[in-house]
């Protein structure tokens, strides 16, 4: 059995032409020192053979290694160009297989970050205590790698009717500074394609225009509510899409219209506001039940309630 801890780590990395320099245990973080093979490299802008200007140790966020938290330093080269014209002058090597450019976590760290918390519903702060690191650097992570899942065109498949609606993201005082959100939605199946910020459609309309034509073209329905402003987003970025009205938000106006008319009809035969013994105070849910969802003890009172309470007939109607 090999007891060389910086062999073990070499096998641990597996990155080909990655050199383990020494592997150690700190206290309670494990400590693994590592650098690229590169011996020369050419220039980003002329192509001249560059030199090595000096040696930066960058640490990084690991992954725990043998049940403790690990942190990896990366001894890059500085290059400089050998060419006394070239306006690069100097850069730092990079090596995306161990961790992503202004990153603070390795690749591997950083993806598995991800997934603990996208697919496992772990908290930023539970992946960060595992990890022996602050909370701001795995929510970078997942900010990173989550941004190119989402924006990735093929995260969902065809989709042939889509649905926008708001929702009130968070209430910041009882009166004032209300933030809302724009759930854009595979009506057909019942996904939730993406999340906007704020209302209006002005949101939703930005992101069905960077979406493919392609894909926009395949969309046959629009589910939205009565607001104008989704109405110009469908009719301005989906125009040969049906428009069709959300059944919630046409229940939703349908029940405010009936009491709409209740109430008019209560002050033009009692002149005054619904009371508890008023005939259609009394049959204000009634009203609003579907029909299949009243008894029918319940469809003997809201009849003869309507009778008393409503000469013209106008809220039957209704």
Same mark, same amino acid.
């Given at each position: 059995?090999?007891?060389?801890? =910086?062999?073990?780590?070499?096998?641990?990395? /597996?990155?080909?032409?990655?050199?383990?320099?020494?592997?150690?245990?700190?206290?309670?973080?494990?400590?693994?020192?590592?650098?690229?093979?590169?011996?020369?490299?050419?220039?980003?802008?002329?192509?001249?053979?560059? #030199?090595?200007?000096?040696?930066?140790?960058?640490?990084?966020? /690991?992954?725990?290694?043998?049940?403790?938290?690990? =942190?990896?330093?990366?001894?890059?080269?500085?290059? #400089?160009?050998?060419? /006394?014209?070239?306006?690069?002058?100097?850069?730092?090597?990079?090596?995306?297989?161990?961790?992503?450019?202004?990153?603070?976590?390795?690749?591997?760290?950083?993806?598995?970050?991800?997934?603990?918390?996208? *697919?496992?519903?772990?908290?930023?702060?539970?992946?960060?205590?595992?990890?022996?690191?602050?909370?701001?650097?795995?929510?970078?992570?997942?900010? $990173?790698?989550?941004?190119?899942?989402?924006?990735?065109?093929?995260?969902?498949?065809?989709?042939?009717?889509?649905?926008?609606?708001? =929702?009130?993201?968070?209430?910041?005082?009882?009166?004032?500074?209300?933030?809302?959100?724009?759930?854009?939605?595979?009506?057909?199946?019942?996904?939730?394609?993406?999340?906007?910020?704020?209302?209006?459609?002005?949101?939703?309309? *930005?992101?069905?225009?960077?979406?493919? %034509?392609?894909?926009?073209?395949?969309?046959?329905?629009?589910?939205?509510?009565?607001?104008?402003?989704?109405?110009?987003?469908?009719?301005?970025?989906?125009?040969?899409?049906?428009?069709? $009205?959300? %059944?919630?938000?046409?229940?939703?106006? $349908? =029940?405010?219209?009936?009491?709409?008319?209740?109430?008019?009809?209560?002050?033009?035969?009692?002149?005054? #506001?619904?009371?508890?013994?008023?005939?259609?105070?009394?049959?204000?849910?009634?009203?609003?039940?579907?029909?299949?969802?009243?008894?029918?003890?319940?469809?003997?009172?809201?009849?003869?309630?309507? *009778?008393?309470?409503?000469?013209?007939?106008?809220?039957?109607?209704?």
């Amino acid at each position: 059995m090999n007891q060389d801890p =910086t062999r073990t780590c070499a096998v641990l990395v /597996d990155l080909p032409d990655i050199v383990v320099l020494r592997a150690d245990r700190d206290g309670a973080m494990f400590e693994v020192h590592v650098e690229t093979g590169a011996t020369s490299q050419g220039c980003l802008d002329c192509g001249v053979l560059a #030199r090595v200007k000096e040696r930066v140790v960058v640490k990084y966020c /690991d992954l725990p290694v043998f049940g403790v938290a690990s =942190t990896l330093f990366w001894h890059k080269r500085r290059w #400089r160009c050998a060419e /006394d014209d070239c306006p690069k002058k100097t850069w730092t090597e990079e090596d995306r297989r161990i961790a992503a450019p202004r990153m603070k976590i390795t690749d591997r760290a950083g993806r598995w970050a991800t997934r603990a918390v996208g *697919e496992a519903g772990r908290s930023v702060n539970e992946v960060a205590g595992t990890l022996g690191c602050d909370w701001h650097t795995v929510n970078d992570a997942v900010l $990173a790698y989550d941004s190119a899942l989402i924006e990735h065109p093929e995260r969902f498949d065809t989709v042939t009717a889509l649905g926008v609606d708001e =929702t009130v993201f968070v209430r910041l005082a009882p009166y004032y500074r209300t933030s809302f959100i724009t759930s854009i939605v595979d009506v057909g199946i019942g996904q939730l394609l993406d999340i906007v910020e704020g209302r209006g459609g002005q949101g939703s309309k *930005e992101w069905l225009k960077n979406r493919d %034509p392609a894909w926009k073209a395949s969309i046959t329905h629009g589910t939205l509510d009565l607001s104008s402003a989704y109405k110009a987003v469908f009719t301005t970025e989906l125009p040969d899409a049906t428009l069709v $009205a959300d %059944p919630f938000h046409v229940v939703k106006v $349908a =029940t405010e219209k009936l009491d709409d008319t209740r109430r008019r009809v209560q002050n033009e035969t009692l002149g005054h #506001r619904g009371r508890k013994d008023d005939p259609l105070f009394r049959c204000r849910r009634l009203l609003t039940k579907a029909e299949e969802r009243l008894s029918a003890d319940g469809k003997t009172k809201l009849k003869s309630l309507l *009778e008393a309470g409503d000469p013209k007939g106008d809220v039957a109607t209704a």
